[in-house]
């Protein structure tokens, strides 16, 4: 989409993608299309008992992820939960979460973010996945926090492997 006012469709495999270490993001919509309303990310499916990020919070943007297919593992603060197919699960801002596939099935979601803005994050994530100093001052430029050091004891606690396992 490019801003554009009129009725659109967005078809499977429309729109800039790209995979990391068994976690996907597909850009369906975004900020620009919305006047920055709210942005729209396809997670492609991730793999099972896979930790899909480290204990994070977002100072700026709500995230609304809808589960398409299989089950989502999410800590929410202090609360586990599990969301299958058909479920929203709300992460509002300045809530520490992360989520994982927990079961041996494929996981689609799609994460709506509002305001947008942070859809631009996983697109420049591209470029310094690897490099920590550097993915430290990209989350800060987005008001994210991320803690690392959860890593560990997040897959030792629900029995995942780290992304980059």
Partial sequence: MSGDKRPTVIKPGDGEAFEQEGFGFDWKIDGADTEDRFAVVH?????????AAPLHRHSREDEYTYIIEGTMGALLGDE??????GSWVFKPRDQWHTFWNPVETPCHVIEVISPAGFEDFFRE???VIDDPDQMVRLSERYGLEMDFESIPELCERFDLVSPDA
């Fill in 80 to 85: 586990v939960v599990e969301a299958d197919a």
């Fill in 125 to 127: 994530l591209r470029g």
């Fill in 43 to 51: 997670h492609t499916p991730f793999d099972p008992g896979v930790l």
